[in-house]
């Protein structure tokens, strides 16, 4: 072969490589172009809770995970745009966190919680930078979340994308992988698989927080989270080392969040009910167990002691009987007239009135009487600036009758005289009310409520008191409630001994009183209560028990009373003459 065919041979081979080279350039060219059109489409993309949902729902949890003792949550409206963008969110994202890299994050609907810098999410470290404001209703910046002084704030424009995709998450895992069934045959499997279910009982207790911080009226989160409670509780079953505390932190994690929901839900229906759920199956409902079946007595009481954690001890039962009482006045205050804590507050009181709590029937006693001795003076107090509030007299009319019943069961002598006297000081404390206040049927009621305990407990004073020293105790009030209750009225609205004759002349004046405030609405009150009082004491006097000589008809209903129907001056007329005048004043 000669040189030339060689030499030639050689360039044919030669320029082929520079082709394939070129060829392979220009492949890889295109596909560099390919791709950088893909992440630009998709760094264009519209948020949705696909793409965007599971980055900030998990970064959500880092704020819980950083700061575990959030007691407040708040939303916030921000005056800059929210991102609307991927590009966009990963531009705010990586503002705040310089570490994070958000691009192929978001691609991937992935994030990887160990590449984030926790510390530079901190508030308090970035405020000297003014990266990060605290959380407040109105703030300049787009960021999803703030964090200050056990305060979180969620922005609206992230609230959907969280909740879409934590409630999609959520159902996939109940249809695939944790349906009820699984849940409620959790120990079954304990042995073998108690790793991957904490796991999982985890990824759904995340999923859930997230849904019920903005949507607490989420009742299938909620029951969701039932049956995680319970399928812990049925792991006592294999004598896990510390269940008893295990049991004890896992309940007092549940109320933390209960009680962050209604720093910012108050009036969920829902979160409380779940409450209820929570205090009268997992804490009261073993000591029922126990009292239902009497046949495994001793078994029972082994299996149940473990949940009541503060049975026989008075400090733990006084702390969870006081914080519970302060969430649900925390509640009230945020949203007034919130019927749902108050019926809660009543069930709580309910169930501590039912249950023995301590192994000495006598030493429960004790504690209740002196919670309830508390609370109904703080309610008293708190009453003062919220007369309004038809459910807070409610139920101050029902812890004054379980304080009662508390009181007869000790039969406690001395506390029984003074709560007689603590019921009289009540008629001085609601005039007062109702002269500064005028207008406000509450305070009507809770007069009303008053005479009808005075009637009831006929036999409290005809047991403590005699005619006369009931006598000399009502002047002495009378003068308590001058020194205590002093206005500027007092020459209108003298305080008198409780009498009936009393309460008409006071009504009387309300009627007479044209300078008064909301004139119709307290003489409307007035009538129409005082008529129910009359009513009720009519039927009082003619009970065949009560003759015209007991204690309560000749110091608080006779006195004066003929005065009234001069003609005839027998105590049923005079109520029938009473009746009949305070009907056509209601009808004027």
């Known amino acids: 072969m000669s040189s030339s065919t060689i030499t030639n041979n050689a360039n044919n081979n030669t320029n082929h490589n520079n082709t394939t080279e070129q060829q392979q350039q220009d492949t890889e060219h295109n596909n560099n172009e390919i791709t950088d059109n893909n992440n630009e489409n998709n760094n264009n993309e519209i948020l949705t809770y696909k793409n965007a949902g599971k980055v900030l729902f998990q970064l959500l949890n880092l704020f819980f995970i950083k700061f575990p003792n959030i007691k407040e949550l708040g939303l916030m409206l921000c005056k800059e745009n929210p991102p609307k963008t991927i590009l966009e969110l990963n531009s705010l994202l990586n503002y705040f966190n310089n570490s994070l890299n958000l691009n192929n994050t978001l691609n991937n609907n992935t994030l990887n919680i160990e590449n984030i810098n926790l510390e530079k999410l901190n508030l308090e470290n970035n405020l000297e930078n003014n990266l990060i404001e605290e959380p407040n209703r109105n703030v300049k910046t787009a960021f999803p979340f703030l964090y200050k002084d056990n305060r979180i704030g969620l922005s609206f424009w992230a609230l959907p994308f969280i909740y879409e995709y ?21 120990k079954n499997n304990l042995k073998n698989n108690l790793k991957n279910k904490e796991n999982e ?7 859930t927080r997230a849904i019920l911080v903005i949507s607490a009226d989420c009742y299938s989160a909620w029951n969701v989270r039932k049956e995680l409670l319970l399928s812990f509780k049925n792991c006592k079953d294999y004598n896990l080392n510390n269940f008893e505390n295990n049991f004890e932190e896992k309940i007092k994690k549940e109320f933390e969040l209960m009680d962050l929901v209604l720093s910012k839900h108050p009036k969920s229906c829902e979160t409380w009910e779940h409450r209820t759920w929570v205090v009268k199956h997992l804490i009261f409902g073993p000591l029922r167990e126990r009292e239902e079946e009497k046949e495994e007595k001793e078994k029972k009481e082994k299996k149940c002691a473990s949940l009541l954690w503060f049975r026989n001890n008075e400090k733990k039962i006084i702390q969870f009987f006081n914080n519970e009482m302060e969430i649900c006045l925390k509640s009230v205050v945020i949203y007034p007239r919130n019927y749902y804590a108050w019926t809660y507050r009543q069930k709580l009181i309910n169930l ?16 209740l009487q002196y919670l309830l001795k508390n609370k109904l003076d703080e ?5 003062r600036t919220n007369i309004s509030d038809h459910s807070c007299v409610n139920h101050l009319i029902i812890l004054m009758k379980n304080y009662k019943l508390i009181l007869l069961k000790l039969n406690d002598k001395e506390l029984i005289f003074e709560y007689l006297i603590f019921l009289l000081k009540q008629f001085y404390f609601s005039q007062f009310l109702i002269i500064f206040f005028p207008g406000h049927e509450t305070l009507w009621v809770f007069r009303r409520f008053l005479w009808f305990f005075l009637l009831e407990n006929y036999n409290l004073y005809e047991n403590y008191f005699t005619i006369d020293s009931l006598q000399n105790c009502l002047m002495d009030l009378s003068e308590f409630a001058f020194e205590l209750y002093k206005h500027s009225s007092l020459e209108i609205y003298p305080y008198e001994p409780v009498q009936l004759s009393n309460e008409l002349y006071f009504i009387q004046r309300c009627i007479n009183d044209k300078e008064l ?14 008529l129910q009082v009359l009513k009720q004491i009519k039927l ?6 009560h003759n015209e000589d007991n204690i309560i008809t000749k110091v608080f209903i006779s006195p004066n009373l003929s005065l009234i129907n001069e003609n005839d001056p027998s105590l049923n007329k005079c109520i029938d003459k009473c009746i009949y005048n305070i009907q056509i004043g209601l009808n004027k």
């Open 166 to 186: 934590a409630y999609h998450e959520l159902l996939k895992n109940l249809k695939n992988n944790l349906n009820y069934n699984e849940l409620n045959n959790l």
């Open 201 to 207: 009982n985890e990824n759904l207790n995340n999923l």
């Open 352 to 367: 501590f009135m039912e249950n023995n709590f301590m192994e000495s029937k006598e030493e429960g006693l004790k504690i």
């Open 379 to 383: 309610l008293l107090n708190w009453f």
């Open 517 to 530: 405030i909301n004139t119709k609405s307290q003489i409307h009150f007035a009538l129409t209560n005082t």
């Open 540 to 545: 009082f006097i003619n009970n065949q028990q």
